[in-house]
């Protein structure tokens, strides 16, 4: 079984800063890719920032150059470090893995979700 477990979220003032984290147990299944996605109320989730097997970083034009996403691949643990936070950035944020269940099959995971509030 996989199951994801995140951490990190809260409510920051404008221009501030919070980093999510997100361990990933993965009952030996390989990860193909981890990632964080967001929904905001009344909007459809969308991705935020994609790490892959090879290091490989993705992410949303929204954020690029004020959030970060790593992983410490020891912990399992994927990060997002969020800088620069604006009222838009509001919304949960869902950890998400893709792991092989097979050397064919490959399947997703979500966690829980964490509430970003970004407000002054």
């Known amino acids: 079984q996989v199951q994801l477990v995140e951490s990190g979220g809260g409510l920051v003032q404008p221009g501030g800063s919070l980093q999510l984290s997100c361990e990933i147990s993965r009952s030996g299944f390989r990860i193909n890719t981890m990632g964080w996605y967001r929904q905001a109320p009344g909007k459809e989730r969308e991705l935020v920032a994609l790490i892959d097997a090879g290091d490989n970083r993705n992410y949303a034009d929204s954020v690029k150059g004020r959030f970060t996403i790593s992983r410490n691949n020891a912990k399992n643990t994927v990060y997002l470090q969020m800088n620069s936070l604006k009222p838009e950035d509001t919304a949960i944020y869902y950890c998400?893995?893709?792991?092989?269940?097979?050397?064919?099959?490959?399947?997703?995971?979500w966690g829980q979700g964490t509430q970003v509030t970004v407000s002054s």
């Open positions: 998400n893995t893709e792991v092989f269940i097979t050397d064919f099959i490959r399947r997703q995971y």
